[in-house]
């Protein structure tokens, strides 16, 4: 069973910098995707990055690309999510999120499962 755990979040002026954690079960690490998405009050919830386990390629939306950063260590069974450059409208509950399968079940899509309880991040003006 994949089990995520967030941490990290906080408040942060714009333009500053914050990194985000997830402690993740070392399952996570042999599935299909990766991923962390945020959610702020009366919006859809937006991916904000990826991992495809099998290309082993990491994707941002188009709102943060350029300025926050994915990473993995294995090692340390963590992701981690480094934003630079925040703006208010990055303010929102981040989660990071995976999808269970085996890489050879990725088909085009991810099919996120197992999901962390949150972290606030609020950046103010």
């Known amino acids: 069973q994949v089990r995520l755990v967030e941490s990290g979040g906080g408040s942060v002026q714009a333009g500053g910098s914050l990194t985000l954690s997830c402690r993740a079960s070392r399952y996570t690490f042999t599935g299909a995707c990766m991923a962390w998405f945020r959610q702020a009050p009366g919006k859809e919830r937006e991916e904000v990055a990826t991992?495809?386990?099998?290309?082993?390629?990491?994707t941002y939306a188009e709102s943060v690309k350029g300025r926050f950063t994915f990473s993995v260590n294995v090692y340390k069974d963590t992701l981690y999510l480094q934003m630079n450059s925040v703006k208010p409208e990055d303010t929102a509950m981040y989660y990071c999120?995976?999808?269970?399968?085996?890489?050879?079940?990725?088909?085009?899509?991810?099919?996120?499962?197992?999901w962390g309880q949150g972290t606030q991040v609020t950046v103010s003006s």
């Open positions: 991992l495809i386990g099998i290309t082993a390629t990491t």
């Open positions: 999120a995976a999808d269970s399968r085996l890489m050879a079940a990725y088909g085009g899509s991810c099919r996120y499962n197992y």
